[in-house]
């Protein structure tokens, strides 16, 4: 085959210039296209996950000005549950699962006075404990609870109510919840939040958390709050569920932080 001459080697080099050029500028158009295209998806990627700057639902909550109102509104949230020693408060906590901390304290004064020590509970039988604590509800459970949970911290921890969240974690019928209300009020120690029913509805109602289950929401609020106010919060979140923000038809109007509640079931709103 002859050599290509320099006049059709420069004919081709011409042609594929022109197509390299075009192919180019193709190419350029379509990058132009793409990253405009994929710019407009960024910006409504970023429209839908970024935190709008005004309030409204979806916004960052304003946790310092919630605990703010909160604690203005209860300058004396405490624990509820009538206790003089870690053991009344773990017992008490115990029946409070499902029940009233109101009916939990109708009860605790009478059975203490009759069973004062963990010895005297520990050597019961369940059956034993259940008429004394059958208006608390699932007494059954509480009392094999109760009277377990004494023979535990008898034969494992001396006697002596373990202050530790591992420790407590192992006797029967506690989790972690009525851990933290032992470790935070009578130990003082802030190893998590409680989460209880008002804590879980008003946290979800203030978008402190979208979760549902009590550990992962739980999780979400030691996050955002600083650890000093884990104790004092969950008492704050639990006065204001059981004062304003009810489970059906919160008392919006009368709430001190309704400014800075979005929930989608508030029953008067002022923005
Ligand atoms: S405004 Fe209503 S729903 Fe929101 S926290 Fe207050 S009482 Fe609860």
Redesign the pocket.
Known sequence: MPPATSRTAGKHSKASAAATSKSRKKGLVKDAAGTAASSGAARKRKQRTASPKTPGRGSKPDVEAILRGLKQAYPAAECALVHHNAWQLLVATILSAQCTDARVNMVTPELFKRHPTIADMAAMPPEALEPEIRSTGFYRNKAKSVTGAARAIMDKFGGKVPETMEDLLTLPGVARKTANVVLGVWFKKAEGVVVDTHVQR?SQ??ELTRATQPQKIEQDLMKLLPRQEWILFSHLLIA??RK???ARR???R?????K????P?????SH
Do not use: M, N, Q
């Open positions: 008003v109602r203030l204001h569920g304003l923000c009810v919160p008392k919006c009368e709430c001190p932080i309704e800075l509640c979005y929930a079931d508030k029953t008067w709103s």
